[in-house]
């Protein structure tokens, strides 16, 4: 079962961190514990670090919505309210997804900050969860500095008969950037020598996402991330990280095929072996596809499955589980009450239920890359190929994602953080550096991994470019595309040709959301808009 994360609630006012009330649940009373109770416990830190998760729960909520729908993969249709402005690059800074996606990540900070505050009260045994504080509070300020910029780095519980807020400035992206790597690197030490689990935060993905935010940050520093990546890449058996792959002489045979040399003999086609590579794919989300092999494709559909979602390829992902548990009313993003279970799905717009909501439409751009043809593999475990033939003769047709096949608010498809092929990919970045291609094995051997897995043939000379579009392939619907592209430097060039060809209306300060004005009102002349807004 992934429900593995107690239900952990606080009283949050201003930005979800400022309080002056705070009561901790446990499954049979909700109100039962205050902070000062809960460190008395045996297990009072292991409940405050599930209390981060599952604050965690709710930021991948409307994530879609802000990163990737504003990147050249998606598109939304013009009936559904605010997403075609979202999608169009037309956001106002008192848009709800905007103002909820900050408030939801402040709120799992000032859970991690309540852990970090009170750390050295934590036992020998329970030092983990202090290391998994440290891990999240980064891991929200990565998702903050990324998607507005210039954003206050929060290191404590705030609290607001105090003023405590404004000792929290914005801060330049460069001085945000150091705090989430000094952060990501602290809870390494506490974490070194856990317990693998995919579901909670470990030295691995600690070292990957550090690495991450130094090639993020405004002057990236390759030396680093490659020495941290190399870490964990080339000793990937250490860390049980590996992509899902079959090799050819282990792949699944669906039809007869005789060896014209020998007609007894059954030969692997290239498409039984590509079909093979397509259940891979699926299945590092945790999605199985039903029998089905005509035509030299697999032609069954996809489902959830919650025993593969357990797989060497992810590092660290957020459970979400199908069974309904401890409802409860919350109003943790301050704009009206929320019921939040444990089958609370990641993201409503993403799923089968998506074309309700018309969000979740491949672009025209995406489909020239992202076809049969270019993508063997990653096509039939991304979009639906039904809707594909029938864009072919209509270019009017909406084509879907299938990479979240479970419907709506009852879905139970992880939302995957870090996956290894992330970390090859980053691994190859890494030592291209600044140049534009290289031919150094290391990066090569990584990206030839990935393209392998792909059904795609290997390259020798690996270049920026090749790179970029790899990536936007790989981790489509998994809000990856616009952050590779400001990260690449090619956002503006990319964007403004999108923007231009769709009518929409990019300009180079809209790679970043606008600062939610709420947060502005609540501290006048304190917080400044960003640049375009």
């Not at 790899?470 to 952050?483: D, G, H, M, S, T």
């Amino acid at each position: 079962m992934k429900n593995i994360y107690i239900k952990i609630i606080a009283c949050f006012s201003l930005v979800a961190l400022v309080t002056s009330c705070e009561k901790e649940l446990d499954l049979s009373n909700p109100t039962a514990l205050s902070i000062e109770e809960l460190l008395q416990t045996d297990n009072g830190f292991q409940l405050l670090a599930n209390g981060v998760l599952d604050a965690y729960q709710k930021v991948p909520a409307n994530e879609f919505l802000l990163i990737e729908l504003r990147s050249d993969n998606v598109r939304a249709n013009s009936e559904n309210g605010n997403f075609p402005a979202i999608n169009a690059y037309n956001v106002d800074p008192n848009n709800g997804d905007v103002a909820t996606y900050y408030s939801n990540n402040m709120s799992t900070i000032k859970h991690a900050n309540t852990v970090i505050d009170n750390r050295f009260l934590a036992p020998e045994n329970q030092q983990y969860a202090v290391g998994e504080a440290y891990f999240m509070r980064a891991l929200c300020h990565f998702n903050l500095v990324r998607a507005y910029q210039n954003v206050p780095y929060v290191d404590k519980v705030l609290d607001i008969t105090k003023d405590e807020a404004l000792n929290y400035p914005q801060l330049p992206e460069a001085d945000v950037y150091e705090k989430i790597i000094n952060d990501f690197k602290t809870s390494i030490a506490y974490l070194d020598g856990g317990v693998q689990n995919r579901y909670r935060p470990t030295k691995g993905a600690a070292i990957c996402l550090a690495a991450k935010a130094y090639l993020s940050q405004p002057n990236p520093n390759y030396d680093e991330a490659e020495l941290l990546l190399a870490s964990v890449v080339e000793n990937n058996g250490a860390y049980n990280y590996d992509l899902i792959f079959t090799e050819r002489n282990n792949a699944e045979q669906f039809e007869f095929n005789a060896d014209p040399l020998n007609p007894t003999i059954d030969l692997l086609t290239d498409d039984e072996y590509n079909a093979n590579l397509v259940m891979d794919y699926g299945h590092v989300l945790g999605n199985a596809i039903s029998a089905g092999y005509a035509d030299g494709v697999l032609d069954g559909s996809w489902s959830n499955s919650s025993a593969l979602e357990i797989n060497d390829e992810v590092i660290f992902s957020i459970a979400y589980d199908l069974v309904s548990s401890d409802n409860y009313v919350t109003s943790d993003s301050e704009l009206g009450d929320q019921v939040e279970t444990d089958s609370e799905a990641h993201s409503f717009a993403m799923t089968l239920q998506g074309p309700s909501n018309g969000v979740n439409i491949a672009s025209i751009d995406f489909l020239q890359v992202m076809n049969p043809e270019e993508q063997p593999v990653r096509f039939y475990a991304s979009l639906n190929p039904i809707e594909y033939g029938a864009f072919l003769s209509d270019n009017t047709i909406d084509v879907f994602n299938t990479k979240f096949p479970t419907n709506g608010e009852i879905g139970d498809n992880d939302w995957v953080v870090l996956r290894y092929a992330d970390v090859l990919l980053l691994y190859a970045e890494a030592i291209l550096g600044g140049d534009d291609s290289t031919t150094d094995t290391r990066a090569v051997d990584a990206f030839n991994k990935v393209r392998a897995r792909a059904g795609l043939e290997e390259v020798a000379n690996l270049t920026k470019e090749e790179l970029l579009a790899e990536r936007r392939v790989e981790f489509v619907y998994e809000n990856q595309r616009l952050y590779d592209l400001i990260r690449f430097g090619e956002a503006d060039r990319v964007l403004t040709g999108f923007s231009t060809q769709n009518s929409l209306f990019y300009t180079n300060e809209k790679k970043y959301l606008p600062f939610p004005q709420r947060e502005i009102d609540n501290l006048p002349g304190f917080y400044n808009q960003n640049n375009g807004y």
